[in-house]
T-cell receptor
Framework: LAKTTQPISMDSYEGQEVNITCSHN???????ITWYQQFPSQGPRFIIQ???TKVTNEVASLFIPADRKSSTLSLPRVSLSDTAVYYC????????????????FGKGTHLIIQP | DTAVSQTPKYLVTQMGNDKSIKCEQN?????MYWYKQDSKKFLKIMFS???????INETVPNRFSPKSPDKAHLNLHINSLELGDSAVYFC????????????????FGPGTRLTVT
């Protein structure tokens, strides 16, 4: 049973704000939401993580509504170098009982930025 | 300084052979992982070790045997290689999880592209 659902692909243009939404209807109380970015021929790279409301760092923002059944990764003013696959993961970060849920990468969203 | 390194980067071998992939992290992390990314780019967790102890084994054939000599190393040995083992294998590490902290980042290595002919 897939825990997350994302669009397979998205297109945008340089300088635009891009929002990628992830659905996780079965999110559990202890689950955190984590986003990774992967470029071709490289390993995934951590972008941002959150539990509720809004989280912002130097790279992106993460918006999580009150019911936590979805989340939106927001990339401000994208550039060509933001073309990559973006993965949303949902799981319990506490290792003693977390299992593999927080380590399950879906198929991701292939974001293509055009000039 | 490379945080998570893997060797070799490319590995081409024939069916039936036995091969190993090595992984080392210099981040002082307690937890290490192996992932497999197939041709469809689906990234699947295979194993996880916490401080040299196996804690996750996700229905991987027993031809795959991870070994952690110390918490900075997690090697992957594969026996009797099959065509379906062709993929990119990623090693990763993360700090020990602590519920008081939100950050739970995995740091990935550059990957090892295994091709079985």
């Amino acid at each position: 049973l897939a825990k997350t659902t994302q669009p397979i692909s998205m297109d945008s243009y340089e300088g635009q704000e891009v929002n990628i939404t992830c659905s996780h209807n079965n999110i559990a109380t202890n689950d955190y939401i984590t986003w990774y970015q992967q470029f071709p021929s490289q390993g995934p790279r951590f972008i941002i993580q959150g539990y509720k409301t809004k989280v912002t760092n130097e790279v992106a923002s993460l918006f999580i509504p009150a019911d936590r059944k979805s989340s939106t990764l927001s990339l401000p003013r994208v550039s060509l170098s933001d073309t990559a696959v973006y993965y949303c993961l949902v799981g319990d970060i506490a290792y003693s009982g977390g299992g593999a849920d927080g380590l399950t990468f879906g198929k991701g969203t292939h974001l293509i930025i055009q000039p | 300084d490379t945080a998570v390194s893997q060797t070799p980067k490319y590995l081409v071998t024939q069916m039936g052979n036995d091969k190993s992939i090595k992984c080392e992290q210099n981040l002082g992390h307690d937890t290490m992982y192996w992932y497999k990314q197939d041709s469809k780019k689906f990234l699947k967790i295979m194993f996880s070790y916490n401080n040299k102890e196996l804690i996750i084994n996700e229905t991987v054939p027993n031809r795959f045997s991870p070994k952690s000599p110390d918490k900075a190393h997690l090697n992957l040995h594969i026996n009797s290689l099959e065509l379906g083992d062709s993929a990119v294998y990623f090693c990763a590490s993360s700090p020990k999880s602590d519920r008081r902290k939100e950050t739970y980042e995995q740091y990935f290595g550059p990957g090892t592209r295994l091709t079985v002919t």
